[in-house]
């Protein structure tokens, strides 16, 4: 590892603090090195707040020695007014000399202006250290400037003989049936707090009446994204008690959206995906996870537009049910989360 190596991830080490509180604004640390010393370092905490370089700047405290320094980033610093003046600006206005970057911003709104608007101040600007890892670490930013659409994340749980769920005895309701361990559980409200919305389909909201929101874990409420082709959906079910913002799409011309719960009409003999993501990608919406039953998961595997899966395999067996999406699990990770096997899955297409 060189010395550029060594800064950089300790960047992204700070950056991380920052996860699931600066959206829309990617996760970004800094570090300013003086004599192969680090004399400041900072991340940005929450959007609307000082980004990383500038918190990094503010912890030096003898400001004179920023004039020889190296400031290391591992994103691109901004160019263009924002909620927070352009980082660039500050970073010649201090006449830091070097400037190491882990990747170049993909927002169309900086995307190179940074590092040329550095360059032309007369800063030496090196880019494009642990590049792989920089772009990682904001995978759902990446995603939602490159592609146009949210980070897609697709978790389920199934049985060993692999079912979502038994069959239903006939004429009876069907109840939910705790496939995955409390501790299993107790990680997908923390992944909830990372995400900024979660789906589900008609058929889940029915049968579980879901909350979707994050009760076993600290952190924000995700989004709710709801599908309810027919209006099926009771208006006295969790997910309209308007506590969160929720979206919902059906067919229906008649909805009327209330304070936080927003009505879409989408058609539903088209391309359904496509046109949820563009209304997500409109509301600003960078990542999403989908807890929808078999059909609107197996809907995102048959498309080929998701990003990563996320499988619980638990111990029971139900010989019949609701069988479990298909997906090949190329490159699979398996961990244990006690009796419970977790599967994840990425998708490099």
């Known amino acids: 590892m060189n010395i550029h190596e060594k800064y950089i991830k300790r960047c992204i080490e700070l950056a991380k603090n920052g996860f699931g509180t600066t959206y829309p604004n990617p996760m970004v640390g800094s570090v300013i090195v003086y004599e192969d010393k680090i004399i400041g370092e900072g991340w940005h905490k929450k959007t609307g707040e000082p980004h990383a370089e500038v918190n990094a700047v503010r912890s030096v405290r003898d400001k004179s020695l920023l004039k020889k320094a190296t400031i290391y980033v591992s994103l691109e610093p901004c160019s263009h007014f924002g909620k927070t003046p352009p980082c ?58 490159q592609k146009k659409r949210p980070y897609i994340t697709l978790k389920w749980a199934e049985s060993q003989d692999g079912f979502l ?32 919305a979660i789906l589900a389909g008609t058929q889940t909201i ?47 011309e008649n909805n009327v959206s209330t304070k936080n719960t927003i009505f879409k009409k989408i058609d539903f003999n088209e391309n359904v995906i496509g046109q949820i993501l563009t209304v997500l990608y409109k509301h600003q919406i960078q990542s999403i996870i989908i807890e929808g039953g078999r059909q609107t ?35 699979a990770i398996k961990t244990y989360i006690q009796n419970d096997e977790l599967i994840y899955v990425r998708n490099h297409d």
């Open 88 to 145: 660039c600006d500050l970073i010649i206005s201090n006449e830091i000399p070097n400037v190491v970057i882990g990747t170049v911003d993909p927002n169309e709104k900086v995307a190179g202006n940074g590092i040329k608007k550095l360059i032309e101040a007369g800063a030496n600007v090196v880019v494009g250290v642990l590049e792989k890892e920089c772009s990682e670490l904001n995978k759902r930013f990446f995603t939602f400037h």
């Open 165 to 196: 769920a038994p069959e239903k005895e006939e004429g009876q309701e069907r109840k939910p049936v705790w496939i995955s361990n409390e501790y299993s559980r107790q990680l997908v409200h923390k992944w909830r707090s990372e995400e900024q």
């Open 206 to 252: 029915i049968d579980d009446n879901p909350k979707l929101n994050v009760r076993d874990w600290s952190g924000n409420n995700p989004v709710r994204v709801i599908l309810d082709q027919n209006n099926r959906i009771s208006k006295n079910s969790f997910v309209f008690d308007d506590s969160v913002k929720t979206i919902v799409f059906s067919k229906s």
């Open 297 to 331: 998961l197996q809907s995102f595997i048959n498309q080929n537009i998701w990003d990563e899966a996320r499988i619980f395999v638990g111990k029971n067996t139900f010989e019949k049910g609701i069988k479990a999406p298909e997906l090949q699990k190329k490159n």
